[in-house]
């Protein structure tokens, strides 16, 4: 034990000498990269060895104490034996203590060196994020020209060496990619490649053929899997009962009518704040999109040049362009139309209120709930529904003025009434709403009675007018008609038709001679109607 002692602390001795010796080259070895590890490893050999000479010296001491403490009560000669033993315990423990001496120093150096708790370790983590802040001020600075020449020599030679630094990796990524291609158009990674595929198709085969074989054993009636498939199915399905349950009551607390036990209600204000805010999001969001299409479809439809650009190489592709925004703006168009009808249904207008408002007048609306709607003016989408409305439901009266307005304060609208008068077949309810009249109306020529009374006069001088028309068109189209060959007022027409208006006119009267003077129409004439066709016989 004194001889392995001896040489232990000699070695010792001698290492620490030789560690000393070789610390330049250790800090040398700490600068330079990839190097660290041999300035780590000196660094920790060296405390080890620091170690343990200290240690040496508490456990010799102390064992000398307690030997001495002993000795001095003995009283028989085990005891004794004993203290002597005790004495020279240490020096058979010393080359236990380099161990020991190591692994206390590296807990130790874990403490202090912790990256969380440690003193050392976090205040280098601080200096370290502090310099490359620095650094990358620097880089910055040097990168925008902003360096000056003397001051910041440093700086510059700095960003040179990191992008030289960055030249040197992209040169290895480069060729390393080109490695990689050569190796991937390599016969033997063909090879590999094969095989590996193989491999996995095997290992897929052998994975479908163990699921064929437990899924026949699930099918075998003889089989004791059946139990565990239906306790899973089971559970499966008890879990989903439990998550409608949870959806329903979570969906139930949205409404103000929700029950009393809904195990959500504490929640239930701030939930439907929250729901009533996402709807306006969407509401918004939507309503933004939807104006987006229109605007860019507006654009469209207004630049040729935007069409092009649209359409691109695709032939006709301005003309596609072009068909489709107009199709995207009539979609878009007819889909606020078909809101505004929804709101006019929901009011529940009358006859009355629907006409009003298609004129323009400020109506008040109330639905079942009593809720009260306000339709203005300039609520152009609701106008334009409730034209519609009228054009295929009113009255003749109501249509007439309608259309008698289609080219002054209605001219907005001019392209939805002269579609109606084509779409519900006005002509069968007055002869003059036919081809001329609804080309006047989307043109917006017919701005008043008097424009129309042109279209009733040039339809009795083309001589149009059937005892058929007569017999089914409305009373007041037929009051029109009247009116306008007692008049005979040839302003408008052309001259043929001019020249041939008194003769028309004698067609007409003898078509509604022939309709009164019919029995099986006589008795289903209505008395209105039989009054103007009395008196149309009677014009001069």
């Known amino acids: 034990s004194v001889v392995v002692a001896l040489v232990i602390l000699a070695a010792r001795q001698a290492i620490i000498t030789v560690l000393i010796v070789i610390s330049p080259l250790a800090f040398v070895a700490f600068l330079l990269p990839n190097t660290e590890k041999w300035f780590e490893k000196w660094r920790g050999l060296s405390m080890t060895m620091l170690m343990v000479f200290p240690m040496f010296s508490l456990l010799f001491g102390g064992s000398q104490l307690a030997s001495f403490i002993i000795l001095q009560n003995a009283d028989?000669?085990?005891?004794?034996?004993?203290?002597?033993?005790?004495?020279?315990?240490?020096?058979?423990?010393?080359?236990?203590?380099?161990?020991?001496?190591?692994?206390?120093?590296?807990?130790?150096?874990?403490?202090?060196?912790?990256?969380?708790?440690g003193v050392l370790d976090r205040t280098s983590n601080w200096a370290k994020d502090r310099a490359e802040v620095r650094r990358a001020q620097a880089m910055e600075r040097v990168s925008k020209g902003n360096a000056e020449r003397k001051r910041d020599f440093a700086k510059r030679s700095?960003?040179?060496?990191?992008?030289?630094?960055?030249?040197?990796?992209?040169?290895?990524?480069?060729?390393?990619?080109?490695?990689?291609?050569?190796?991937?158009?390599?016969?033997?990674?063909?090879?590999?490649?094969?095989?590996l595929g193989e491999a996995e198709l095997r290992e897929k085969a052998g994975e479908a053929q163990a699921n064929l074989h437990h899924a026949?054993?699930?099918?075998?009636?003889?089989?004791?899997?059946?139990?565990?498939?239906?306790?899973?199915?089971?559970?499966?399905?008890?879990?989903?009962?439990?998550?409608?349950?949870?959806?329903?009551?979570?969906?139930?607390?949205?409404?103000r009518n929700m029950t009393t036990d809904n195990v959500y209600r504490d929640f239930a204000k701030g939930v439907r704040d929250v729901a009533e805010q996402q709807r306006i999001a969407d509401g918004r969001l939507a309503a933004a999109q939807s104006m987006q299409k229109i605007e860019h479809a507006n654009d469209l439809i207004k630049s040729e040049a935007l069409q092009a650009a649209v359409g691109g190489i695709a032939d006709h592709g301005s003309q596609r362009a072009l068909a489709v925004a107009v199709s995207e703006y009539r979609k878009?168009?007819?889909?606020?139309?078909?809101?505004?009808?929804?709101?006019?249904?929901?009011?529940?207008?009358?006859?009355?209120?629907?006409?009003?408002?298609?004129?323009?007048?400020?109506?008040?609306v109330y639905d079942d709930n009593n809720n009260m709607k306000t339709l203005h003016k300039d609520s152009l989408f609701t106008r334009e529904a409730a034209i519609e409305t009228q054009m295929a439901t009113g009255t003749y009266d109501q249509i007439e003025e309608i259309v008698v307005r289609s080219g002054g304060e209605l001219e907005k609208f001019k392209t939805t009434i002269s579609a109606a008068i084509a779409e519900n077949r006005l002509g069968s309810k007055a002869i003059f709403l036919g081809g001329k009249t609804i080309d006047d109306t989307s043109q917006g020529k017919i701005t008043d009675l008097g424009q129309l009374m042109v279209a009733v006069t040039s339809t009795i001088a083309k001589g149009k007018i059937s005892a058929n028309d007569l017999q089914t068109?409305?009373?007041?189209?037929?009051?029109?008609?009247?009116?306008?060959?007692?008049?005979?007022?040839?302003?408008?027409?052309?001259?043929?038709?001019?020249?041939?208006?008194?003769?028309?006119?004698?067609a007409l009267k003898k078509s509604a001679d022939s309709v009164l003077k019919n029995p099986n129409v006589g008795r289903d004439l209505k008395e209105n109607s039989r009054k103007v066709l009395e008196q149309i016989i009677k014009l001069p």
């Open 76 to 117: 028989q000669l085990t005891v004794i034996l004993l203290a002597l033993f005790i004495q020279v315990a240490p020096l058979a423990l010393t080359p236990f203590l380099l161990q020991f001496s190591g692994s206390l120093l590296g807990r130790f150096a874990g403490m202090i060196n912790n990256p969380k708790k």
């Open 216 to 255: 026949q054993r699930k099918a075998n009636p003889n089989s004791n899997l059946h139990k565990y498939v239906a306790t899973q199915r089971q559970s499966d399905e008890a879990t989903k009962v439990l998550e409608s349950r949870e959806n329903a009551a979570w969906e139930e607390m949205k409404s």
């Open 332 to 364: 878009d168009y007819g889909d606020r139309i078909n809101e505004a009808n929804a709101i006019l249904k929901h009011y529940n207008l009358s006859g009355t209120d629907r006409q009003k408002h298609a004129l323009g007048e400020e109506v008040y």
């Open 158 to 195: 700095a960003f040179k060496r990191e992008k030289g630094r960055l030249d040197r990796e992209a040169w290895k990524k480069r060729g390393d990619s080109y490695l990689s291609a050569s190796w991937h158009n390599d016969s033997r990674y063909a090879d590999h490649h094969d095989a």
């Open 473 to 506: 068109n409305d009373s007041k189209a037929l009051e029109r008609i009247f009116q306008a060959a007692k008049a005979k007022d040839t302003t408008g027409l052309t001259a043929s038709e001019a020249a041939d208006l008194d003769a028309s006119i004698q």
